[in-house]
């Protein structure tokens, strides 16, 4: 589905264009930590977790499919070392 009229899909993107860079990679870096908090918040509801638990499920969230079943399992070996 989708709702926005080309009009100000081009406004939008117009508007995305005329930030700085900085402001571009700031908002970006928001928009991240925003997501990550939300998946914090949702591995955290799935009851008492260890940190380092914590961590592998959000790698696995954001990163699981980018990677083949043996380098993930290296990822989330380091990740509970760490």
């Given at each position: 589905?989708?709702?926005?009229?080309?009009?100000?899909?081009?406004?939008?993107?117009?508007?995305?264009l005329?930030?700085?860079?900085?402001?571009?990679?700031?908002?970006?870096c928001?928009?991240?930590?925003?997501?990550?908090?939300?998946?914090?918040?949702?591995?955290?509801?799935?009851?008492?977790?260890?940190?380092?638990?914590?961590?592998?499920?959000?790698?696995?969230?954001?990163?699981?499919?980018?990677?083949?079943?043996?380098?993930?399992?290296?990822?989330?070996?380091?990740?509970?070392?760490?």
């Amino acid at each position: 589905m989708k709702d926005t009229t080309k009009a100000n899909e081009e406004l939008f993107t117009r508007m995305l264009l005329d930030l700085a860079p900085a402001e571009r990679l700031a908002m970006a870096c928001r928009m991240f930590s925003a997501a990550k908090a939300l998946v914090l918040a949702g591995v955290s509801a799935a009851g008492s977790l260890s940190a380092a638990e914590a961590r592998g499920l959000v790698f696995l969230r954001f990163y699981g499919r980018d990677f083949d079943r043996a380098k993930r399992a290296g990822v989330l070996s380091r990740l509970q070392a760490t």
